[in-house]
């Protein structure tokens, strides 16, 4: 059973099973949208079109084209321009939910607060450990 929700795109009443996020009505419009994108970029001059030059030639919101480029809908292999935000800076990316560059940033800084971690841990066990003086 589903439960009932709002459409994100129109706010009608819908009932969500957890396989669309919108309407049907807006399932619809979406997958015409979709169709019209996808039919702008199986031309051979446009498949590296970015994502701004789509916006201004078919008319789709950039949401739409970052939602189905997300969902693998259009694929960054096909179309090499395409992809949707970082979470992190907004950088376009292709995969996760990150980029390279905030990938890595955030690995160093892992890197760096395990190190810092077992340093504490290791004075801290030196602090504790008495030396006897045999004078």
């Given at each position: 059973?589903?439960?009932?929700?709002?459409?994100?795109?129109?706010?009608?009443?819908?009932?969500?099973?957890?396989?669309?996020?919108?309407c049907?009505?807006?399932?619809?419009?979406?997958?015409?949208?979709?169709?019209?994108?996808?039919?702008?970029?199986?031309?051979?001059?446009?498949?590296?079109a970015?994502?701004?030059?789509?916006?201004?030639?078919?008319?789709?919101?950039?949401?739409?084209?970052?939602?189905?480029?997300?969902?693998?809908?259009?694929?960054?292999?096909?179309?090499?321009?395409?992809?949707?935000?970082?979470?992190?800076?907004?950088?376009?990316?292709t995969?996760?939910?990150?980029?390279?560059?905030?990938?890595?940033?955030?690995?160093?800084?892992?890197?760096?607060?395990?190190?810092?971690?077992?340093?504490?841990?290791?004075?801290?066990?030196?602090?504790?450990?008495?030396?006897?003086?045999?004078?």
């Amino acid at each position: 059973m589903g439960e009932l929700k709002n459409c994100p795109s129109c706010g009608d009443f819908f009932n969500y099973t957890g396989i669309r996020d919108v309407c049907n009505n807006c399932a619809t419009n979406e997958e015409k949208l979709y169709e019209t994108v996808y039919r702008f970029l199986r031309k051979r001059e446009n498949r590296a079109a970015t994502v701004e030059r789509i916006v201004e030639a078919t008319g789709v919101e950039e949401s739409l084209l970052h939602k189905w480029v997300r969902k693998g809908r259009l694929q960054p292999a096909l179309f090499p321009n395409l992809g949707y935000p970082c979470d992190n800076c907004g950088k376009l990316t292709t995969q996760g939910k990150l980029c390279t560059g905030c990938t890595e940033e955030l690995k160093t800084s892992l890197r760096q607060f395990e190190a810092a971690k077992e340093f504490r841990e290791k004075v801290n066990t030196e602090e504790n450990t008495y030396h006897k003086d045999y004078r």
